[in-house]
């Protein structure tokens, strides 16, 4: 078997026996993907290695998994109505999410195959190294309309309601189903829907897309906060990979909760926040300050001398964004966030396209974005973005083993 | 060529054995004797052991005893390359390799490297007798005539459309474009396979190579539909180049008989349709002016579904899940353009700036919905 020294397969060592056959593959996978999903996993060394983020688990991968550097996020549209066939993309993509998140390519391979067939992986990632890649799947509250399901809909995925200073553009938001793939290689990430998206054609088709760069929430305490282009610290408060506690109050759905098929998943909300960069950036710095209710250098609360320090929140001010947005100001709602920055390029007005693509997980959307976001209408700081973006999803629980698939516990009546 | 090297040839290598450098040369002859043709080429002689040899691996072993440098070809009848060795200098040995299937073929010698060379009949016999599967001889077969029928088709249509240019007829023209099209469309990668007639008919202007002047050296019908659409006349310029068109049309009518198809090059063709669909027509890039672009869409559909129907007995022996898919996806796509013409019986669809955005969308996810599943028939017929 080819390694390099760290350990870890490339995948251009693990693309030659492509062919080989699956026996190869799954011990080489044994082998290398040792770590587990939450907790045990937040390796400060694993993003420089290039190591592979385990699959297989009671909840998916990407959500409590440290945040990877890049994003691209794809959201889908079913267009088959045969739900056997759905289900056989559900099945066909989790085997390729298999292969990819341990660093292999799809199917057999990228080269080496037919000569007349085009071959299976698109080829672009073959090199390099698993980049910790995760992939996520949601179910959005439209494909419940679809195969009949209606009935299996959990409560708590609500359709968001409209809230205040929304601009959101129809072709933006939604969808039947997404794929949210973090990798701290862009290219792996690229590759994942690229290679996604083509094995569900015929069967589900892109309906918006969005690149992530510059993780704006941090699931790593011990790690640096990152700064999002408004250039304060994000996520100061978010909830760790390493503690279940919060996780398991804020973040999964309990057996408790139901419906029984969620048990393990969780909710997510995507929004895509643009920034009104230039005039953010012509926008003293007391005036930034008092918006965030952070000083910017260190990220401390008003009045106090440290990032981590207890915020005051009655010393800010009452539109100040880290006062309106902090648990304590919504009944204890907590999210956990898994944002990235995004630059699209420039609008026709030369300005920059820019903004925050906001993820957050939580136990139910109810308790946790659509009240923190009601409370956020006084917000200060919406005088500098606007929500042009919109999506939720039922984030079903992980998949359990090589025999498991994204979904079986909605589409099979067992669960 | 390249069709006939992944159906026919297992492997080819190419040994060059340079008599100054490699000593044992006669030694490895008489070792596989039999298996080796010994291929004596002059200037004026084209001289081989063996007319005759059992199916498998080859060798040929050539020797340039004139004065010219020389090639040495095996050929199928039809002139198809089966494999070939170029710049073989005077008084030097050269090796080429290949696997042979039972057939009759040729071995051409060229001196000069011109010309159709002097030949010498080779059969092949016994061994694996893998000839190819004759629906498939029959698909190739049926498909040439469709090409010819369209090209057939297209001719009086053509006139008619550069009958109302040259008589300055501005409407009828307007008219008669898109009819003088979809034989063409339908057909295209055949016609593109020539090389030469595709730039004149059917080039548009940002497809003009570095150096073409789009004043004198932008012919055929896209010039001619900027015309009609965008200047809204006809110059004395545009009867010539509809005189020119028909004459361009008359020379792919002429040829396309003789163009080279194969069941993948027919595969390959079906899939190269849609990628004109999805590259030039679902953009609205291809009809500009015009905005008929789902004439052209549809057309090029018909020629790739054509392709298929005709593979397909073949393809569904190797791959019937493909098959079902294929079937199912031309059906979602026949059904989708169906929604923009009112009467199917014609080919009098929407114009394409009418069809916005979301729609096109639309018909971009149904384009991709069948390409990509159309990629693999080439790999369900060569199997």
Request: aromatic share 6%; glycine share 10%; charged share 30%.
């Amino acid at each position: 078997m080819t390694q390099d020294r760290s350990g870890i397969p490339s995948r251009r060592a693990l693309i030659g026996w492509g062919g080989a056959g699956l026996a190869l593959g799954a011990a080489a996978a044994g082998g290398a993907v040792a770590m587990t999903r939450t907790g045990e996993d937040v390796d400060p060394a694993a993003a420089e290695t290039g190591a592979a983020v385990a699959f297989h688990g009671p909840n998916q991968a990407g959500i409590a998994t440290p945040v990877q550097d890049r994003l691209h996020f794809a959201a889908f549209d079913v267009t088959t109505t045969d739900r056997a066939e759905f289900v056989r993309l559900l099945k066909d993509w989790t085997e390729a999410a298999r292969r990819m998140t341990a660093g292999k390519a799809v199917g057999e391979g990228g080269y080496g195959g037919l000569p007349e067939a085009p071959p299976d992986d698109t080829g672009e990632a073959l090199g390099l190294k698993p980049s910790r890649l995760t992939l996520t799947v949601g179910f959005g509250p439209s494909l419940f309309e679809k195969f009949e399901l209606t009935d299996r809909r959990p409560d708590a995925l609500i359709d968001l309601p409209k809230f205040a200073g929304d601009a959101l553009d129809a072709a933006r938001s939604g969808g039947d189903l997404c794929v949210q793939a973090c990798a701290d290689d862009p290219q792996v990430a690229v590759h994942a829907i690229r290679n996604l998206a083509r094995i569900g054609m015929g069967k589900v088709v892109i309906r918006w897309s969005q690149l992530g760069f510059g993780k704006t929430s941090s699931t790593t305490p011990d790690a640096q906060t990152p700064r999002n282009l408004m250039g304060f610290k994000d996520g100061t408060r978010n909830i760790a990979g390493t503690e279940t506690d919060r996780l398991d109050k804020f973040v999964w759905v309990g057996e408790k909760d139901g419906p029984a098929w969620m048990t393990g998943g969780s909710y997510l909300v995507a929004r895509r926040i643009r920034m009104h960069i230039e005039t953010w950036d012509r926008t003293s710095l007391q005036e930034q300050e008092d918006i965030f209710g952070r000083d910017k250098g260190e990220g401390a609360p008003v009045g106090k001398a440290k990032e981590r320090d207890e915020p005051f929140l009655k010393a800010m001010l009452p539109d100040a964004h880290v006062r309106l947005a902090h648990p304590d100001s919504n009944n204890g709602s907590t999210l956990l966030r898994r944002g990235y920055s995004f630059t699209d390029g420039t609008d026709g007005l030369g300005r920059l396209e820019a903004g925050l693509f906001f993820l957050a997980y939580q136990r139910d959307v109810r308790e946790g974005f659509v009240r923190v976001q009601r409370n956020l209408a006084t917000d200060a700081l919406n005088e500098y973005i606007q929500h042009v973006g919109s999506a939720v999803f039922a984030v079903p629980p992980g998949v359990r083993d090589k025999d498991d698939w994204w979904g079986r516990t909605l589409f099979s009546e067992e669960a | 060529m390249r069709a006939a090297r992944l159906s026919v040839l297992t492997a080819v290598t190419v040994v060059s054995a340079l008599t100054a450098v490699t000593g044992c040369t006669e030694k490895s002859d008489a070792k596989s004797g039999d298996r080796v043709i010994n291929v004596t080429a002059t200037d004026s002689k084209c001289t081989t052991s063996a007319k005759q040899i059992s199916a498998g691996h080859i060798e040929l072993a050539i020797e340039n005893k004139g004065s010219k440098v020389t090639e040495v070809y095996v050929l199928f009848p039809d002139d198809r390359v089966v494999t070939e060795r170029e710049n073989i200098g005077p008084g030097t040995k050269q090796r080429v390799t290949a696997e042979v299937k039972a057939g009759e073929y040729q071995i051409a010698c060229k001196p000069g490297m011109k010309g159709d060379g002097i030949r010498q009949d080779l059969k092949v016999t016994g061994g694996k007798v893998a000839a190819r599967d004759p629906r498939l001889d029959q698909a190739v077969a049926a498909y040439r005539s469709y090409a010819q029928e369209q090209a057939d088709a297209t001719l009086p249509l053509a006139k008619t459309f550069a009958a109302a240019v040259e008589a300055g007829d501005l409407e009828a023209a307007k008219k008669a474009y898109a009819p003088s099209r979809i034989g063409w469309e339908r057909t295209e990668p055949v016609a593109e396979s020539f090389g030469d007639i595709d730039p004149k008919v059917d080039v548009r202007e940002d497809g003009l190579e570095e150096g073409q002047d789009p004043a004198k050296d932008w012919t055929g019908w896209h010039r001619l539909e900027k015309s009609l659409w965008q200047d809204k006349k006809i110059t004395a310029a545009d009867k010539t180049l509809a005189k020119q068109l028909i004459t361009d049309l008359t020379d792919w009518q002429n040829r396309v008989g003789k163009a080279e198809i194969t069941p993948t090059s027919m595969a390959n063709g079906a899939k190269e349709l849609l990628d004109e669909v999805a590259t030039g027509k679902v953009t609205g890039e291809e009809e500009r002016y015009s905005h008929t672009d789902l004439v052209d869409f549809k057309a090029n559909v018909e020629g790739a579904q054509k392709s298929y129907e005709l593979l397909k007995p073949v393809a569904k022996e190797n791959d019937a899940a493909l098959v079902t898919e294929l079937d199912k996806q031309f059906a979602a796509l026949d059904a989708l353009l169906d929604k923009y013409r009112p009467n199917t019986s014609s080919y009098a669809f929407t114009s394409y700036d009418k069809v916005g955005k979301a729609d096109r969308k639309e018909l971009s996810d149904a384009v991709n919905a069948l390409a990509e599943p159309l990629s693999k028939l080439a790999a369900a017929v060569a199997k």
